[in-house]
Nanobody
Framework: QVQLVESGGGLVQPGGSLRLSCAAS????????MGWYRQAPGKQRELVAA???????NYADSVKGRFTISRDNAKNTVYLQMNSLKPEDTAVYYC??????????????WGQGTQVTVSS
């Protein structure tokens, strides 16, 4: 099994910054893609940013130029640096990792979610 521990959410004023972290642990052979999703009240969960094992990144248009996703493979951790935050960024943010376990199969795992609130 794989455990994901998220941290870094909170309350921030518009224009402020936050950094989210998500650390994976368990019987992992390799971590493939890692990503961040968010879900605002009454809305569907949406992709915010993703990063492949090779470091290629993909961002939602709404966060391009403001958010940066990165990963530390030695720590099995993915980060989301969020700058110039806007009230519309308010949501619960979830990390997702695609891992290959020791059985050789690929699985998706989700974090527990961390609340990000942007408000004055």
């Amino acid at each position: 099994q794989v455990q994901l521990v998220e941290s870094g959410g909170g309350l921030v004023q518009p224009g402020g910054s936050l950094r989210l972290s998500c650390a994976a642990s368990g019987s992992i052979f390799s971590i493939n893609a890692m990503g961040w999703y968010r879900q605002a009240p009454g809305k569907q969960r949406e992709l915010v940013a993703a990063i492949t094992s090779g470091g290629s990144t993909n961002y939602a248009d709404s966060v391009k130029g403001r958010f940066t996703i990165s990963r530390d493979n030695a720590k099995n951790t993915v980060y989301l640096q969020m700058n110039s935050l806007k009230p519309e960024d308010t949501a619960v943010y979830y990390c997702k990792v695609v891992v290959t376990l020791l059985d050789g199969y690929e699985y998706d795992y989700w974090g527990q979610g961390t609340q990000v609130t942007v408000s004055s």
